[in-house]
C-alpha cells in the first residue's frame, strides 16, 4: 500500500502483480482502516447521483456501500488499474449479490461514455496517474452537466507521521528502499492544496472546495506485522533481503510503531483532503429572434 506508482506501463506490472495481490490478501484489514473515510463519501452520494462512477476502486469496499446505497435507484461502478484487485471486487459483488459493476482500465485515459455519470468518487485512488490534467479531464468529459466529483487524498508525510514510519525505521538496514519523489504520482502527489486546485481548474472542473479533515483510524494490533511487511515501499523489497535481515528490520520497525499501540489496537490519524468539484453545464448556443 502507499507507494509511489510508476509511468503506466510500470503502474500496470506493479499492481498486476506483488503490489496487487498483496492489497487483496490484506482486503479485510484495509477496508475497516478506512471504512471511516469510505462512510464520508457514502453519506456525499447519499441524496445525489444515480450513476456513481468509483474511480481507483481497489477491491470494491466503496463501491459496493454506495451500490448497496443506490439499490434499485442508481448503479455504481468502479474502475482500477489492478486485474488481481478488480477480480477480487467482481467476486465481492456476485457473493454479496450487490449489483456493481468494475472495469480493469486506467482511468487517465479509458473511453467512458461521454456524458453518462451523475457523481464520481474516489477513496486514495485519484494520486497515482501519469498526467494528472488529462486523467480529469476524462473524467470530466464522462461526467454530466453540474456531476459532482467528490475525493478523499493524503495532505502531506509531515501530517500522516503514521504513514511513513516503518520506511523511515528501516532506512538505515535497507540502503535500497525506495526513496518517494515529491510531487510524482503517489501516496502524497496531492499534498498541496494549490496543486489539486490548479489541476482541476486546468482540467475543466469548476466550484473547487478543498477542506482539510482528520479522520480517526483502526487496524488490529495482530495485523500490524502483516501490514508494514506486506504494503508499501517497505513490503516492495523485503522479500529480497535475507533472513537475518528481514528479522532485524521488522523487530526495529515493529518498535518503531508502539507509539500507535494501544492495546489490541493501533491507532492513528489520517490527515486527509476532502475535495469537490462540478462539472460545468455546457454553454447554450444563443438563437436568433
Given at each position: 500500500?502507499?507507494v ?16 496487487g ?13 478506512f ?42 461502478t468502479g474502475?482500477?488499474i489492478?486485474?488481481p484487485?478488480?477480480?477480487?471486487a467482481?467476486?465481492r ?8 459493476s ?19 468518487i ?6 497515482f ?11 470530466k468529459?464522462?461526467?454530466k452537466?453540474d ?9 502531506s508525510?509531515?501530517?500522516n507521521p503514521?504513514?511513513?514510519t516503518?520506511?523511515r ?9 525506495p526513496?518517494?519523489r515529491p510531487?510524482a ?5 496531492f ?17 473547487i472546495d ?6 480517526a ?10 501490514y508494514?511487511?506486506r504494503?508499501?515501499p ?9 533472513d ?8 526495529t ?12 489496537e493501533?491507532r492513528?490519524n ?20
Amino acid at each position: 500500500m502507499n507507494v509511489t506508482r510508476q509511468p503506466d506501463n510500470e503502474q500496470t506490472t506493479l499492481w498486476n502483480g506483488p503490489a496487487g495481490r498483496a492489497w487483496v490478501e490484506a482486503q479485510e484489514v484495509l477496508d475497516q482502516m478506512f471504512k471511516p473515510l469510505e462512510d464520508l463519501l457514502v453519506e456525499a452520494v447519499a441524496g445525489s447521483g444515480r450513476q456513481v462512477l468509483d474511480v481507483g476502486c481497489g477491491t470494491g469496499s466503496t463501491t459496493l456501500a454506495v451500490a448497496r446505497l443506490l439499490g434499485a435507484k442508481g448503479r455504481c461502478t468502479g474502475i482500477d488499474i489492478s486485474e488481481p484487485m478488480i477480480t477480487a471486487a467482481r467476486a465481492r459483488a456476485e457473493r454479496d449479490g450487490t449489483p456493481a459493476s468494475f472495469i480493469r482500465a486506467n482511468a487517465q485515459n479509458h473511453a467512458f461514455e461521454p456524458a453518462s455519470f451523475d457523481m464520481i468518487i474516489s477513496r486514495f485512488g485519484v494520486m497515482f496517474f501519469d498526467d494528472f490534467a488529462q486523467a480529469f479531464a476524462n473524467l470530466k468529459r464522462a461526467a454530466k452537466d453540474d456531476a459532482e466529483l467528490r475525493f478523499v487524498a493524503w495532505r502531506s508525510p509531515s501530517e500522516n507521521p503514521f504513514m511513513t514510519t516503518a520506511e523511515r525505521a528501516a532506512a538505515p538496514l535497507l540502503p535500497n528502499l525506495p526513496a518517494r519523489r515529491p510531487d510524482a504520482p503517489g501516496q502524497f502527489a496531492f499534498a498541496d492544496q494549490r496543486r489539486v486546485h490548479r489541476i482541476l481548474e486546468e482540467s475543466g472542473w469548476a466550484g473547487i472546495d478543498i477542506r482539510p479533515i482528520d479522520v480517526a483510524c483502526t487496524l488490529p494490533e495482530k495485523e500490524l506485522i502483516r501490514y508494514l511487511t506486506r504494503l508499501g515501499p517497505l513490503g516492495l523489497i523485503l522479500h529480497e533481503v535475507d533472513d537475518r535481515t528481514r528479522t532485524q528490520v521488522i523487530e526495529t520497525v515493529c518498535a518503531a510503531f508502539e507509539p500507535y499501540v494501544h492495546g489490541a489496537e493501533v491507532r492513528f490519524n489520517a490527515a486527509c483532503w476532502m475535495v469537490g468539484a462540478r462539472a460545468p453545464s455546457a454553454p447554450k448556443e444563443a438563437t436568433r429572434t
